[in-house]
């Protein structure tokens, strides 16, 4: 009876079978969301971020490391505290802090760690640590803080602070997350990829309640940190914090540079910060404070404020003007004929030389003249036009109009006022002339330029016609790698000869030209040169560029002091005290210096900082 | 001594050996589950047998004293004492929710010092036993009304009474008695009903009312238009098709107020979760999502022995136990678990086979009670695991750890496997 029915109970539970293969092929084997969701449950990420490279000045003196600082996390499920007050009063933090943090963590996850309390020093964490016993479920871990040796040199550093949306969302390869640090600018965020190492990445499994139970796979997909490369700069930190001290009551720059080598000595923006405000539990705080402070105390001035360089670029004029042999040692030009006058000196025998070391406003507004009528033909409209294009090809090799390519973000091109440029001005080829813009004979009118392009100029004299691009890091990492573009040489077309004549001048205008007593150096030969930089918001810029000594120079200089009048009054004695300190190791002038330090050319100061 | 050697020549041996294999293969697997590679260790440590993996391997060596002293019992005493073995084990239901201990929320245990016992699991042998012996009395047909009411009476009693205990899973297994009544001659339809039910009462769930009338009118609109011509004229055909729709959808409201009325929140949350497990993914769908990334993370191969992370972190709760599935398909991939369920439903047939061997209507009724039994824990076990079936806390029989599953399985087997081995002694009817 009823054999028949075996055969529909087999059918019944070979399509039970197969429809439970079904399933389990389309779950095991079609779908791989499966697999992806295994791998975030049971395999926690460990991000290992590595010691950031530190970095050191050109005497190997340490200027800024790393300091470890506690980050404390909450475990909810074990998290026990029984006294709250004691446990806020430890932290020094409120009750409604610890409160809605808890909330917060008990929000996020029972089991998983949640940052409780960031940035405890080494301080806090020693004092905290035996009393942790009381307060089960919370955990430290250690990160890391910049931390500087010297109040000096900050802008020029930069800062490094948690990435912005902004640039999280922009960056290319991926590689920050949320909440981590970099380098925001200065050589912080220009050598970030050498600074920040390599990441390291550790896969641990971990059970349902986040537990750690071994490495993933014996450890085989991890990736080892590598800690940051340090950088060797060429900055002489005593050097700075001698011109930072200068430079106070001020607003301005000084950039000194080693002619030979370009290495930048030292990178003054006044007014400043002190770095270890930006690096703290208080980031953003302070950070809030400088960046709506009117003076820009953020701003790397050197690189990136605009300034005319006044009387600075007859030095230019001279050696275009010779090298195009339109003028020689020699020419005479007088005061007569000139819309510009000399305020300085009367002089008969007004040749070359005597005009840099008065700094001769008709001397070179004739010489310009001369460069764009001289040689050229048709109208004075075409002629200005060629005169202008060969004399604006040789002063771009100076690096006007053009980045030098300064090991920092925030270079400035500057303006180089060409043909073109005019031809846009004036809306139109042939519709300008030299009487539109002889202001620019003298160092003014739509010429552009910032601290770091003068001192480098005052490098290019002092090695008589080339450069090496300035920069601040001479070697990166312990294998001291170099960017050979810091190491080759630029020539700026202008012969060698030419510059006897220009220095001559430069070592006239400062020991007895334009440049005052509190200017010269007793013992010292310094070749310099002052410009008094007109803008249309106040009072003129000093400035003041120059080298030392006159043979075989040590170190090229550019100051500029805003509002603080002519160039020879507080830029030239700044600059001739950071050259006497940098090349004896010491002062010895020391009213010069304490009348320089004191004096303040704040209230003349307007909020920005711009031609 | 010759007496011996029948019976080894006798006893089934291919379903010794699959017995022999899905008991290993789940020690295996369980071990797997409790593996931990930070503290691991060996057989021989007597740690190991404070963890699931040692136990089972107490149960596995208790098991085989088991089988020992099955075959020791003359084979007529299983039918004889059918009906007090049944009214002790009633007895014991009776007694668990008195003396009884909680273990996993479940009040349905009874301790022995460090052993603990769920009568439930072996009630359904006692039932088989004397549902089987119900079915041998000559006069018994169950085509009969009186013969199905007092089958459903031996089925029912022990039924209720773990219902009564908070053991609804295992309550539901007593349903699988359906398959021995069916091949003993119960009407087909009461097969159909049920299934009939249970379809109607799935759609219920996982259909709007109007979804199902409009496929009910869909349905009996092809029906008629397929019907011969006479057929499709005559008006009771319509008040026929107008009934059946009108009966059925009166079915499916008295479903939906059975669901939100009757049931019990947590009984209800488990259903609503086999519809949508994302309904709750960190509570009650938890279990079922897990276990769904466990198994789906395996792929074709599997990780391989010890290398699942899912089984192994406790990611699937009772992972040992009624989750053990989730290991196998976690480490040994599709592969693995189609070998699994093709043995197991070689198993199955393997079994019908032999009960269709039997002289005696009491040892084939028997043999289609386990086969039903163990079917229904196949069925509700795998199905549950991969998101088919709702959450039902029963074993997969061989594989899962526990003593009380692998020994309830164990007698319920064997005691076939002896019946079967004196197939030639008994008296055919």
Partial sequence: MFEGRRQILLLFFIIIGLVFLGKLFFLQVIDDSYEKAADNNAIRKIIQIPFRGEVYDRHNKLIVYNTPVYDLYITPRKAHVRDTLQFCQLFGITRAYFDSTCKQAKIYSRVKPYLFLKHLSKEDFARVQDAMVDFPGFTFTTTAFRTYQSKAFSNALGYVAEINSNSLQTQKDDYYRQGDYVGVSGIESFYEEDLRGQRGVKYRMVNSNGVEKGDFKEGRLDIQPIAGKNLYTGVDIRLQEYADSLMQHKVGSVVAIEPATGEILTMVSAPSYDPSLLAGRNFSKYYQDLALDPMKPLLNRPPSAYYRPGSTFKLIQALVGLQLGIITPGSVFTHAGAPVKCHSHNTSHNDLHNAIQWSCNPYFYHAFRKILYEDTQGNTYERSAQGLQRWSELVANFGFGRKLGVDLGNEKKGILPNVEYYNKVYKGENTWKFSNIYSLSIGEGELVVNPLKMANVAAIIANRGWYIPPHLVKAIGDNKVVDPFYKTPVSVGIDSKHFGVVIEGMKDAVLHGTVGGDGKIPDIVMCGKTGTSQNAKGEDHSVFIAFAPKDNPKIAIAVFVENAGFGGFAAAPIASLIIEKYLKGKVDRKAVEEKFMNKSYLPNVLSVTGP | MSNQNQLVSKVDWITVSLYALFVLAGWMNIYSAVYNPETHLWIFDAKFYDSNAGKQLIWMGTSLILIICIFAIDFRFFEAFAPIIYASFIGLLVLVPFLGVTINGSHSWFKFGTITIQPAEFAKTATALLLAKYINEPQVNLSKWKNQWIAAAIIGLPMILIIASNETGSALVFASFLILLYREGLPGEYPGLFIGSVTIFVSALLLSPWTILATLIVIAGIIIALSPIYVQRLKQTYTKAAFFIVGIMFMVFLVDLAVNKVLKEHQRNRIKVLIDPSFDPRGLGYQVTQSKIAIGSGGFWGKGYLQGTQTKFDFVPEQSTDFIFCTIGEEHG???????????????????????????????????????????????????????MPIMGIPLPFFSYGGSSLWSFTILLFIFLKLDSHRSDMLSR
Avoid: E, P
């Fill in chain 2, 334 to 388: 599709f592969f693995g678990v189609m070998v699994v369920i093709l043995l197991f439903v070689a198993f199955l047939w393997r079994l019908m086979y032999l009960a269709d061997q039997q002289r005696s209507r009491f040892a084939r009724a028997y043999g289609y009670g386990v086969v039903g039994i163990l079917f229904f824990h196949f069925l509700v076990n795998i199905g549950m695991t991969i998101g088919l």
